[in-house]
């Protein structure tokens, strides 16, 4: 089976960071599109960062452009979320998620079409 394992999450204080890890196993990284939301308390899932492997273009939402990075290790099966000077409003579960990619027209933001989700790892960043 399937299966996307986060890691990273934590306690930090506000203009800290994080970086977190999804490792994936039964699924070959550079096959697939891979995203990274997040949902804080209350609020509705958001995406916030995601990879098109068909133009290797990266998607930031705009609250966290210029403050996080992500990145694949395609040899390791291995997505990375590395999150710098966080914020309060960044409290939230984060998830990594996987979509494949069947035509060459698509790209990660199909927010709705994710299919394989990782557990979730929480961050909680204190001001």
């Known amino acids: 089976d399937v299966q996307l394992q986060a890691s990273g999450g934590g306690l930090v204080q506000a203009g800290g960071s994080l970086r977190l890890s999804c490792v994936a196993s039964e699924l070959t990284l550079r096959e697939y599109d891979i995203g990274w939301f997040r949902q804080a308390p209350g609020k509705e899932r958001e995406q916030v960062s995601c990879?098109?492997?068909?133009?290797?273009?990266?998607y930031y939402t705009d609250s966290v452009k210029g403050r996080f990075t992500m990145s694949n290790d395609n040899s390791k099966d291995t997505s990375y979320l590395q999150m710098s000077s966080l914020k309060s409003e960044d409290t939230a579960v984060y998830y990594c998620?996987?979509?494949?990619?069947?035509?060459?027209?698509?790209?990660?933001?199909?927010?709705?079409?994710?299919?394989?989700w990782g557990q979730g790892t929480l961050v909680t960043v204190s001001s």
């Open positions: 990879f098109s492997s068909n133009d290797g273009s990266t």
């Open positions: 998620a996987a979509i494949t990619v069947p035509t060459p027209d698509d790209r990660c933001t199909r927010f709705d079409q994710y299919m394989y």
